[in-house]
């Protein structure tokens, strides 16, 4: 039997390494002196080495590589609404279905006289009939989905047990990682997305805009500019549409803009330097593009987005280039897509406010707008918002309205040895005062800024017949599904797909509030 060293070990390189173990601790103990000393041998060899140089440095490699583990997975997964609404696998292309909105339009109280008549066939002692209102609606399916891929060499030299009980395998981490890509995608989707276009939005005005104080731009006193304004839906707000580029071509998810509108500043004191006006709300848009030039021709370029439907313009520079000038197309829809949260509510008859440009106003407390939608929706409909999903920056300003701005509306008792407070206060939500339920607020990360939408859960006790429990669902062809990819080379290549859209078979329990400053 050799004592070579490598040929030992590849002679038993089909045991575990406890076997190895074991099967070297049963030679007897003169084979295994000559082993050692056939280890001390090859380990006393002079070091190998690419090149030659003087001492030890960096460089030299002689550093530990430090290794907490193949991969660290840092990304976040932040699906609310997916997780949210009951998901149903319905099969066909699409869902239909009838929407009784009223059993008796009809203001009366259907009282009725006596029939005291001797005429055969009489019916005057009989009440009218019943009418109904009633709709039809319908949705179609749309498939979602993510490519990706993972390589033989990769494949195969990422599978295995870093430390022990603890198994890496690169192609379960590939699957879920694009499993979790497309629920975010969903996500956005969900809330986002448009298959209906968006209007144009109309002129703009000065009228009912505070001036900015006099010294806040560079315009030129009592002169003309002209302006125009786009609206954007998510897509457009998210990957920051600003109109045509060089190459050219419109920006996704941006209108066009209407002719500009000449609108001429002040000849002194505010407004002397700048123009504040604003537009019309365009329904389903989260934001808008403002475009602006001088008063000759109709030259415009890409001033600022945002969203609300007013803006103050302070300067009119880049006149006279091929880029950030209005769309001439409209690419607010998406024929592959389906129409988002956003665009439903409006669409559906969904309550719907603009605050105009202006912030959460109420006391401490109380918020006047969402006051005033609680009580639209009892008064209209006998049920109540459940739940405010918003942007991260209007709930601080829900906070401070809330809150209030002078003395605290709660009493903090310190007694003897408290050293250890933690100051400023967070509001979770409001009281209905129409159902006497909580109102929660969930900030949503892909919720854009100036947008609020009221959310209620159930349709409630009012409605003892209704069909469905929740007012919006997921409809689904089929849900989430992996399909790998025929192999055509050196990497297994595969995706994931869902098919489905938001179901809301009626808009009344919801509600949206946009514009709000």
């Not at 590849?10 to 030679?27: E, T």
């Not at 056939?38 to 003087?54: E, F, G, I, N, V």
């Not at 959310?455 to 929740?470: R, T």
């Amino acid at each position: 039997m050799s004592d070579n060293i490598e040929e030992v070990i590849a002679s038993q390189s089909n045991l575990n390494p406890s076997a190895f173990g074991a099967w070297l601790n049963s030679w007897p103990d003169e084979r295994k002196a000559r082993m050692k000393k056939s280890l001390a041998d090859a380990y006393s060899r002079p070091m190998q080495k690419d090149a030659t140089t003087s001492g030890i440095v960096t460089g030299t490699g002689l550093v530990p590589y430090s290794l907490e583990g193949p991969a660290l997975n840092l990304w976040s997964v932040i699906t609310p609404f997916v997780q949210k609404l009951p998901r149903k696998v319905l099969g066909g292309t699409g869902l239909h279905w009838k929407r009784i909105r009223s059993i008796d339009s009809v203001e009366t109280f259907g009282f009725v006289a006596e029939d005291t008549s001797t005429t055969h066939g009489s019916v005057a002692g009989r009440a009218g009939f019943q009418t109904f209102s009633e709709e039809d609606d319908s949705v179609a399916w749309k498939t979602l989905g993510l490519d990706s891929f993972v390589t033989w060499a990769a494949r195969m030299g990422g599978t295995t047990t870093v430390n022990s009980g603890q198994n890496f395998n690169v192609w379960e981490v590939a699957k879920l990682a694009a499993l979790q890509a497309v629920r975010m995608r969903e996500e956005k989707a969900i809330l986002l997305s448009n298959l209906t276009q968006l209007a144009q939005p109309g002129a703009p005005t000065l009228t009912g805009h505070t001036k900015a104080a006099d010294g806040t731009g560079s315009l030129s006193a009592g002169t003309a500019y002209k302006f125009t304004v786009s609206a954007l839906n998510g897509h457009g707000l998210r990957s920051g549409a600003d109109g045509r580029d060089a190459t050219p071509a419109n920006s996704e998810g941006e209108t066009t803009a209407a002719a500009s509108t000449a609108l001429t500043t002040e000849s002194s004191g505010a407004g002397s330097d700048s123009l504040t006006f604003g537009w019309t709300a365009v329904p389903g848009a989260v934001a808008y593009n403002v475009y602006g030039g001088t008063n000759s021709g109709d030259e415009r370029v890409y001033l600022g987005t945002v969203t609300v439907n007013e803006f103050t313009a302070t300067t009119v520079t880049g006149l006279g280039g091929s880029t950030n000038i209005p769309n001439t197309a409209n690419t607010s829809a998406d024929a592959n897509g389906y129409d988002g949260l956003i665009k439903l509510i409006h669409s559906k008859g969904g309550y719907v406010h603009s605050l105009g440009g202006q912030p959460f106003t109420g006391t401490k407390g109380y918020i006047a707008e969402l006051d005033a939608a609680f009580q639209y929706q009892f008064l209209n409909y006998q049920l109540g918002t459940t739940s405010v999903y918003l942007n991260a920056a209007d709930l601080r300003k829900a906070m401070d309205v809330i809150l209030g701005a002078s003395a605290p509306i709660v009493r903090i008792n310190v007694e003897n040895g408290q050293s250890n407070l933690t100051g400023d206060l967070r509001v979770t939500g409001v009281l209905n005062n129409y159902t006497g339920q909580r109102v929660d607020f969930v900030v949503h990360p892909y919720m854009p800024k100036g947008t609020a939408i009221l959310w209620c859960d159930n349709f409630g006790e009012y409605y003892p017949n209704l069909n469905i429990p929740n007012p919006v669902e997921m409809g689904l062809q089929y849900d989430y599904i992996s399909k790998d990819w025929p192999e055509m080379n050196l990497r297994n290549e595969f995706g994931v797909y869902v098919s489905g859209a938001p179901v809301l078979r009626a808009g009344f329990p919801l509600g949206i509030l946009t514009d709000i400053a």
